[in-house]
């Protein structure tokens, strides 16, 4: 081998660990959010995301719902569907597993009022094969429900986002994902920690 074949080889080499260094050390823009990050209470209006989708899901959900989770580590469920069926959950437990919240004891109202009672009674097992990130997942009454905590980084406004999704339902060529948007944002003194 000559000796600038081996200047060339070693140069690669060392641009190509100092490009792997520094993608090392970038922030990552989507980091997911700290629990306290989560506390306060966030909304889904189910009208957004059931209308206009194919015939399966037409008319599966409508209303509004809304989770209040607190910092310790109990959150609330409230659905209407503007219909008169209203629901609110006792103050049950949630924990943030990296990117994804469960709710013990959660509906899974994006399955319709039915299904969703029967899911939280332990009469429903239900699947899909893909739970938002490529992979399968199962609920049942045990599992409790499951939602993906979604951070986007908005690169030109240097804004950053978080949603709360649910799992797809329906068809999965053209699933709906209902996501929740935070609409109370807590201070965090001692006195106020709801």
């Known amino acids: 081998m000559t000796a600038r074949t081996w200047l060339q080889m070693v140069m690669c080499v060392l641009i190509g660990l100092s490009a792997a260094a520094c993608c090392c050390c970038l922030p990552n823009p989507n980091p997911p959010p700290e629990t306290s990050d989560l506390v306060g209470t966030w909304r889904a209006?189910?009208?957004?995301?059931?209308?206009?989708?194919?015939?399966s899901c037409y008319g599966r959900a409508t209303g509004v719902e809304t989770l209040t989770l607190r910092a310790d580590g109990t959150y609330q469920q409230v659905y209407d569907n503007g219909k008169g069926y209203a629901y609110t959950s006792s103050w049950n437990e949630w924990r943030q597993q990296y990117n994804r919240i469960h709710l013990a004891g959660g509906r899974f109202y994006a399955l319709g009022i039915e299904d969703a009672t029967k899911l939280?009674?332990?009469?429903?097992?239900?699947?899909?094969?893909?739970?938002?990130?490529?992979h399968p997942l199962d609920l049942d009454s045990t599992t409790g429900i499951t939602l993906h905590v979604t951070p986007r980084w908005y690169v030109f406004t240097n804004e950053r986002e978080v949603t709360l999704d649910y799992p797809p339902v329906c068809d999965l060529d053209s699933p709906v994902i209902v996501e929740f948007h935070r609409v109370v944002t807590p201070v965090l003194t001692p006195a106020t920690i709801p």
């Open 120 to 134: 939280a009674s332990g009469q429903l097992i239900w699947h899909t094969d893909d739970d938002g990130t490529g």
């Open 45 to 55: 209006d189910y009208d957004e995301y059931f209308r206009g989708h194919s015939w």
